[in-house]
C-alpha cells in the first residue's frame, strides 16, 4: 500500500512577497468576512421567510426547504471541502468558496419563484462549506502559536455575533427594504473578501498532492444527509415513526461502512489515527454539546419573544443584544485566557457558567422584563464563547497540520449537526411537555376540557408561542383566559427544554476535564493512508 507523505508547507515563492502578503491580522480580516456572511445567512432568513412566503407563494414546507437545504448542504459537505483545501490549497478553496458564495447570493435575490430560490440556497450552502474549514486552516497557517488563541477567539467573536445578529439585520432590512436586500448584503462584503483574499493570504497546502478517496466523499456524505434529514425531519415524521428510523438506521449502516472503508483506502478522506487523540474526540463532541445548547435555546427564545411576548423580529433580536454584545468581548478574552490557563479550566468555566445562564432562563415567566432577559444572555456570551474556541483550538490544534482542512470539517460539521439536534431534540421535549401541560392549564383557568383533534392541534401552535384564533363571538374574558393558559403551557415547555440544556451543559464541564492544548508545529512527517 502506498503512502503519501504530505507536509504542511506553502510552495516556494516565485517571485518577491508582495508587501502585507501572508499578514497574519489580515489573514484574519480576510477569512472573517468570508464565515460572517456564511453564519449570517443561516440566521437571517428566518425573518423574511413570512415576505418569501407572500411575494413567492411559498407554502410552509418550501420554506422549510429555504433553511433546511441550506444547512443540508452545508452539513454534509464540510468534511469533504476540508480535505479539497489540505490537497489543493486552503487559499484556492476559500476564493472560490467567496466567490461561489458571493454569485449564489445575488441569484437567490433574482429569482422569481420559490423552486429556484430554494435550488440556489443548496449551492449557497455548497459554497459556504468551502469556506469554514478553509478559513481555520488560514489561520493556523498563518499565526505563531503563542498567538492563535487570541485569533481564534476573534474569529469566534465573528461567527458568535453574526450567527445573533442575523435576526437584527434581517428585522432592519426586510422592515426598510425588501427580503432581497438579506442576501444582495453579502454582495459588497464578499467583493471585500476577495480583494482582501487575493492580496493577502499565502497559500498553504499539503505539499504533495495525495487523490481524493472518492468511494469515502460518497459513504460520508449519503451517511451525513440521512443524519441531518433524520433529525431535521423527527418532529414532523414522528420519532418513532418508520421513515426516522429508516434514515437513522441507513445513517448506522453507512456510516459503519465508511469506518471500514478509511481503515483500507490508501488515502482516506478521514484517518481514523485523528480520534486516537483524546483532544480531538472529546473536542468534536463539546462542539456539538455547545451548538446543542445555543442553537436550541435561540430557537425557543425567538418564539418566546415575539409569540409571548407580541414583539416585532427587530425588537425581538433587540432583547437578544446582550448576547451579542457580550461575544465581541467574550471571545477574545476566552483566547487570551486559553492561552494562560490551557483549555481545560477555561473551557469547564465556561460550560459552569452557561447552566447557569440555562437555568436562569428556564425561570423565565410570562412577564419577564428586558434586564431579567440580558443577564443570562450576558452569561451565554461569556460561558459559550470558551467552548467555541477552546474546542475550535483543541480539534484543530492537536490535529497534524497536513489534515488542518478535515479537522476544521469536522469541527464545522460537529456544530452544524449539534446545532440540529437542539433545534430538533429539544423541540420534540418542549412540544410534549405542552400537550401535557394543555389540559392542567386550561382546568386551572375554568376552561371545559379539549377534545382530543382540537388539544393536538393546539398542541402544534402553542409549542410556538401562538395561541390558534377563537370562533367568532367567543367572549373576550374566555380569548383571555385561553391565550393565559396557552401562553403557561409554552413556559412549562420552554422551563423543561432549559432544564435540559443545563444538563448539558454540566455534563460538558466534566468532559472538558479531558482535554489538553493543542500543538501548532509542523511535527514529523505523517503518513495518511
Known amino acids: 500500500m502506498a503512502h503519501a507523505k504530505t507536509v504542511a508547507t506553502p510552495p516556494p515563492d516565485s517571485g518577491a512577497r508582495r508587501k502585507g502578503q501572508g499578514h497574519p491580522w489580515l489573514t484574519l480580516l480576510a477569512v472573517a468576512l468570508g464565515v460572517i456572511m456564511v453564519m449570517l445567512d443561516g440566521t437571517v432568513v428566518g425573518i423574511a421567510s413570512p415576505v418569501i412566503a407572500k411575494e413567492l407563494g411559498a407554502s410552509l414546507q418550501d420554506l422549510q426547504w429555504v433553511t433546511s437545504g441550506y444547512l443540508l448542504a452545508l452539513a454534509v459537505f464540510l468534511i469533504t471541502a476540508g480535505k479539497l483545501g489540505d490537497i489543493f490549497g486552503h487559499k484556492r478553496i476559500f ?44 489561520l493556523r497557517a498563518a499565526f505563531p502559536a503563542e498567538r492563535l488563541n487570541m485569533a481564534i477567539g476573534i474569529w469566534g467573536a465573528a461567527i458568535g455575533v453574526s450567527s445573533a445578529a442575523g ?71 414522528g420519532w418513532g415513526d418508520t421513515k426516522t428510523l429508516a434514515f437513522l438506521g441507513a445513517t448506522v449502516v453507512l456510516g459503519a461502512a465508511f469506518v471500514f472503508w478509511q481503515s483500507k483506502a490508501a488515502e482516506p478522506l478521514l484517518p481514523l489515527g485523528l480520534f486516537r487523540n483524546v483532544s480531538v474526540s472529546v473536542g468534536t463532541v463539546l462542539m456539538m454539546l455547545m451548538a446543542f445548547g445555543m442553537m436550541g435555546a435561540m430557537f425557543f427564545l425567538t418564539f ?34 486559553i492561552s494562560k490557563l490551557g483549555p481545560r479550566v477555561t473551557i469547564a468555566a465556561g460550560m459552569l457558567v452557561t447552566a447557569l445562564a440555562m437555568f436562569l432562563l428556564s425561570n423565565l415567566t410570562i412577564d419577564t422584563g428586558y434586564w431579567a432577559t440580558a443577564l443570562p444572555f450576558a452569561l451565554l456570551a461569556f460561558g459559550l464563547s470558551p467552548v467555541m474556541v ?48 394543555l389540559p392542567t392549564r386550561f382546568a386551572e383557568a375554568g376552561l371545559p376540557a379539549l377534545p382530543p383533534e382540537q388539544a393536538e392541534m393546539m398542541q402544534s401552535a402553542v409549542s410556538t408561542g401562538m395561541v390558534p384564533p377563537s370562533a367568532p363571538g367567543t367572549p373576550q374574558t374566555v380569548v383571555d383566559a385561553i391565550t393565559n393558559a396557552s401562553h403557561l403551557a409554552f413556559m412549562d415547555g420552554l422551563e423543561f427544554a432549559f432544564i435540559v440544556s443545563t444538563g448539558v451543559a454540566i455534563v460538558s464541564a466534566l468532559l472538558a476535564l479531558m482535554v489538553k492544548a493543542g500543538r501548532k508545529s509542523d511535527g514529523p512527517t505523517v503518513h495518511v493512508g
Open 304 to 337: 418566546y419573544f415575539q409569540g409571548v411576548h407580541g414583539l416585532s423580529p427587530l425588537d425581538a433580536g433587540l432583547r437578544m443584544m446582550p448576547m451579542s454584545a457580550g461575544m465581541i468581548v467574550a471571545s477574545p478574552l476566552a483566547g487570551f485566557a
Open 390 to 437: 477552546g474546542a475550535t483550538e483543541i480539534i484543530v490544534g492537536n490535529a497534524p497540520v497536513e489534515l488542518s482542512g478535515v479537522a476544521s470539517g469536522m469541527q464545522q460539521s460537529a456544530m452544524q449537526i449539534g446545532g440540529t439536534m437542539g433545534t430538533a431534540i429539544l423541540g420534540a421535549m418542549m412540544a410534549a411537555t405542552v400537550g401535557n401541560s
Open 95 to 138: 476564493v472560490i468558496g467567496i466567490v461561489g458564495f458571493t454569485l449564489t447570493s445575488l441569484a437567490i435575490g433574482l429569482s422569481g419563484s420559490i423552486e429556484w430560490l430554494i435550488a440556489f440556497r443548496i449551492a449557497q450552502g455548497l459554497f459556504g462549506a468551502l469556506l469554514q474549514p478553509a478559513a481555520l486552516a488560514l
Open 167 to 237: 435576526p437584527i439585520v434581517g428585522g432592519v432590512l426586510v422592515e426598510n427594504v425588501s427580503w432581497q436586500s438579506v442576501f444582495f448584503i453579502n454582495i459588497p462584503v464578499g467583493i471585500i473578501a476577495l480583494a482582501v483574499a487575493l492580496w493577502i493570504i499565502k497559500e498553504n497546502k499539503a505539499a504533495t498532492v495525495s487523490r481524493i478517496d472518492w468511494l469515502g466523499v460518497v459513504l460520508l456524505s449519503v451517511a451525513m444527509f440521512c443524519l441531518v434529514w433524520a433529525i431535521i425531519k423527527a418532529p414532523e415524521y
